[in-house]
Each structure stands twice: as C-alpha cells, then as structure tokens.
C-alpha cells in the first residue's frame, strides 16, 4: 500500500479537513481525496464509523467539502468523511480530457473492461477496495461501521457500492442519483464505452436493475430528487424507477424516496437536504 503524503490540514468545526495524495496502484496514477475527522477521532478518545461521499459528473474530491454543508452535521455526530475524486486524472488515456460526460471527471464508478479504458478507469474496485483499506490502516476509524452516499453521477455510485455488496454499508443515501444508467443517455454513452456492449455488464452497475435482485440483508435507502432539476424533468436519473424496483423487493429494500418541490440539481440542493443525510447515516452508523 502506497504512502499518503498529507498536502493541506484545516481546523474546521473542531475537527480537521485534511487533503491526501497517494499512488493509486488500481487506477495506476496519482489520486487525491480529502477526509475530515471529528476532534474524538484526532484525540484519540474513539474510532469514529465512516461515511463515504461520491461527487458527480465533472466534479473532483473538493466539492463536497467546499459546498456540501456536511462538515458541522458530522462533526456533532461524531462521524468521519471520506470523498474521493470522481476518475483517474492524468492517466494518459487518448481522448480522456475531451468530453466533460466520458473519461476525467467521469468515470462513472464502474470497472472499465474496454480499451483505452481498461488499465486506468477502475474507479469501482478503487473506492471499494484500495480506498477504503487505505482509509482503515491510515485513520481512527472503525471501518465495520461504513456507510456510503452521493450526488448524482455519485449518487448512481454509492447505490451500487451498496448494492453490490451485502451487509458491508450500514445504510446509503442519493442526492438526485443517476438510478437507470442502463437505459438513459447518461449511462448509455459511458457504458458503452467503458463496458462494451453486453447490457448483462451495463446492469452489474445499474442500481434499479441491483435492487430488483438484491438479497441481502435489509438494506436502508434513503433517495431525495428535486422537482425542478433539468435532469430529472429530462428523464436522465429515473428516480421512480428506482421506486419501483425496491417495491417489487420490500423485504431487502427499504426505501425512502422524497421529492422535493422547486429544487433543482446544484448545490444549493445538497446544501438543503444535508442534515437529513447525516442524520440518517447516524442512526444506523450507531454501535
């Protein structure tokens, strides 16, 4: 596992923000993410649960921290914030910096099985697995208590992570989430590059297509869409397919999906719905 060099630390809501870089070697290239501890955790009273933020189409690891709203929410609930970057940056992929919705700022938390994809791209096994394990050796944290969360392109993320990963997450929540990447354009287009053309791939990261089949242990969900996003009224996220899907599957999926009249896609809308984010992850991130 490769060392984390520290680039900033920031005193904030009696807890620190920090920034780390390291040598990722699954997306083979450097990655950044930052993370904020609660003054529990830094003075080393307890090992704090973890919760995981996934960040959108073009957005990097500083938007959450900078826009979210999360950080005095978390710090009294004593909870630590991992958010990483959304793709590899730099990998000297041809074309990765040519198309704001496929490759930097993209990489849409799947496994890249096609070229030039392939060796980079694999920003699923890199948050589930590297990070992660990275996270646990690195920090004061307990990582049997992980929860994950998202926006959007990272709301689609975290769905899945959970998804695809029985009893690991002790909850997953969605802010305006990508729910149906399998049959909209936002997921087409970057499934069919990353993935191939097989739709049996595409719905290995497709959160309503996990959800019909998901069997694990009751998974809590919690959804907020705003009414007035220009994505949702596009017909890009599919929310209420998503409603649908966990409706057929009661027993495993318990979903919670709220709309929320007049909001749109930004971070004002993030900013809105915040607290009850964290405070949902609170709940079932409790010892």
């Excluded at 950044?32 to 960040?55: D, I, Q």
């Excluded at 004593?78 to 793709?87: G, Y």
């Excluded at 009893?167 to 305006?176: D, E, H, I, P, T």
């Amino acid at each position: 596992m490769a060392a984390l060099e520290l680039v900033s630390s920031s005193r904030c809501f009696d807890g620190e923000v920090r920034k780390y870089r390291h040598a990722s070697a699954t997306t083979r290239c450097t990655m950044t993410f930052n993370v904020f501890l609660p003054e529990c955790a830094l003075a080393g009273r307890e090992k704090v649960p973890v919760l995981m933020y996934l960040s959108g189409l073009t957005c990097n690891e500083d938007n959450m921290i900078t826009k979210g709203g999360a950080l005095p929410y978390l710090s009294r609930q004593r909870i630590a914030l991992v958010a990483p970057d959304t793709s590899p940056r730099g990998a000297g992929v041809e074309g990765e910096d040519g198309d704001w919705e496929l490759g930097t700022g993209a990489g849409f938390y799947v496994d890249a099985t096609q070229e030039p994809w392939r060796a980079s791209y694999q920003m699923y096994s890199y948050v589930q697995c590297e990070l992660q394990k990275l996270v646990a050796d690195s920090f004061p944290v307990d990582p049997l208590r992980i929860s994950v969360f998202g926006h959007s392109m990272g709301g689609h993320g975290a769905l899945v992570l959970a998804l695809r990963n029985p009893g690991q997450y002790r909850s997953v929540s969605a802010l305006a989430p990508i729910c149906r990447p399998s049959k909209t354009s936002w997921g087409q287009k970057q499934f069919r590059a990353y993935l191939g053309p097989d739709p049996e791939a595409w719905a290995a990261y497709d959160a309503t297509e996990l959800a019909k089949r998901y069997s694990g242990p009751p998974l809590p969900v919690l959804v907020d869409q705003g009414s007035s996003d220009e994505f949702y009224i596009g017909k890009q996220l599919q929310p209420l397919e998503l409603v649908a899907a966990a409706e057929s599957n009661p027993r495993h999926v318990v979903l919670d999906m709220r709309m929320q009249p007049g909001y749109d896609h930004s971070y004002w809308f993030v900013q809105t719905v915040m607290e009850d984010h964290i405070l949902f992850h609170a709940k079932h991130l409790r010892p």
